[in-house]
């Protein structure tokens, strides 16, 4: 059985014939590219390589950014031995015997930096392991995770070690992995200008997947340079990043909900298709555009709660993906609608309210009197029906009576709330005339 771990201290050269994308690994730190807020001079990792002293670190970032590459860098350039370790393919005893391993050296006067790839994998027994040999020293831990360290991460470990952000390769950085990869082989990409940038957005980030499509069009004698079409027919998009119930998903539904809040119609449509098209199931997206109608628009468009439960009706009946132009509408509609979290405010207001007076009665004359012994109490006595009052208002106390009127919903003037504001305006100045 191969060993479960990878000692890179001294990395081989790749032969000729090695992949694209080992040929092109860099040798240090100054040759990873789009990370340079990280690895520049003023960077964390910049400042470790300075200074010679390595704390542990997590490197959280998407696919193909460099996080392995990084660490093998790092213990090089300040001289530590490099130990790799797979969480996909590793259990305790492995853990176990790469502590052991790292005690040797230790005592052999060299320090090891225990790299862990996909380290948010290992349970949360397993996480702890790290704890006593982090403490001591034993290892420098650097972990790799595409998945959020707050969520998958103990709190312990992570207190540990200083997490690090990789950003996914702008065009800027990728196009310089193309420029080194027409180097390495010694001719141009067989593309057109349009097409070549058309490979770029196709990559979504990820320079190791832009370097095995290079490879591909390396590999295939075209007799003439690609134009986009041609290039989409040859090769295949890469898959856009996304976990349903990973921060993919928890991300995007924000940026979503914040775009229709901040009435910009355009980004909310184009983060509503990132999930549509990514798989998302929509009567999660349909939930959140109900609650955006209820909490963003409000009465300054009753009409926008309508809309939404309208759209899942609509798709419901239809299916995809004939119904998901009915849950465009409803996010259409309401980046587009006036916005008031007035409701939103006000229940939060009463319900706080609600908790503090506790059991306060209301007024008698406002209690339903079902039986002779509540009528003789004094149960609905005094009552003014409204309807039977000039302008259909009476103008009646209904508060208990230990306890001052508060004012939780205050509408605002945009849309249909601007009614609203006058209504109540006009029902107040005729409480305080009725109250003298």
Not at 189 to 204: Q, T
Not at 243 to 261: M, N, P, T, V
Not at 328 to 338: G, H, K, V
Not at 419 to 436: C, D, L, P, S, T
Request: proline share 6%; net charge negative; glycine share 8%.
């Amino acid at each position: 059985m191969a060993d479960l771990f990878a000692d890179l201290e001294q990395p081989q050269a790749p032969t000729p014939d090695a992949p694209l994308a080992d040929r092109l690994r860099p040798r240090t730190l100054a040759d990873v590219v789009g990370q340079e807020h990280l690895t520049g001079p003023t960077g964390a990792i910049g400042r470790m390589v300075a200074a010679g002293r390595l704390s542990s670190i997590v490197l959280w970032g998407p696919p193909g950014t460099g996080k392995t590459t990084i660490a093998r860098l790092l213990a090089d350039a300040v001289g530590l031995r490099f130990l790799s370790i797979s969480a996909v393919f590793s259990g305790i005893a492995d853990l176990k015997k790469a502590f052991a391993e790292a005690r040797d050296a230790a005592r052999a006067g060299r320090r090891t930096l225990l790299f862990v790839d996909e380290i948010h994998r290992f349970n949360r027994a397993q996480q702890d392991g790290f704890l006593p040999v982090v403490e001591d020293g034993t290892v420098i831990l650097v972990g790799a995770t595409t998945e959020n360290p707050s969520f998958e991460l103990n709190a312990a470990l992570l207190s540990r070690a200083q997490v690090l952000i990789l950003h996914r390769l702008d065009h800027a950085a990728l196009g310089k992995l193309l420029d080194r990869a027409e180097a390495e082989v010694a001719r141009p990409l067989p593309l057109d200008a349009e097409a070549r940038d058309a490979l770029l957005a196709s990559a979504d980030g990820d320079g190791r997947f832009l370097l095995n499509q290079v490879e591909t069009l390396y590999s295939v004698d075209l007799p003439a340079p690609l134009d986009p079409a041609g290039l989409g027919a040859l090769l295949q998009r890469r898959v856009a990043t996304y976990d349903k119930d990973r921060e993919g998903h928890y991300g995007l539904i924000s940026a979503l909900h914040k775009s229709i809040r901040g009435s910009d119609p355009q980004a909310a449509l184009y983060y509503l298709a990132r999930m549509l098209t990514a798989g998302e199931q929509p009567l999660f997206l349909l939930r959140r555009l109900v609650r955006a109608a209820v909490e963003d628009v409000g009465l300054a468009d009753p009409q926008a709660l309508v809309q939404c439960l309208a759209a899942k009706d609509a798709y419901d009946f239809l299916g995809s993906p004939e119904g998901e132009l009915a849950i465009a509408q409803a996010c259409l509609y309401l980046a587009t609608a006036p916005k008031s979290n007035a409701v939103y405010a006000a229940q939060k207001a009463a319900w706080t309210t609600a908790r503090e007076t506790g059991s306060l009665q209301p007024p008698l004359s406002i209690l339903s009197a079902p039986t002779k012994l509540m009528r003789d109490a004094g149960y609905g006595e005094g009552y003014q029906y409204d309807h039977d009052k000039a302008d259909g208002f009476s103008g009646a106390h209904y508060w208990p009576d230990d306890m001052e009127p508060r004012t939780f919903y205050t509408p605002t003037d945009r849309g249909a709330e601007r009614r609203i504001a006058e209504r109540m305006a006009w029902w107040e100045e005729k409480r305080n005339e009725k109250r003298g």
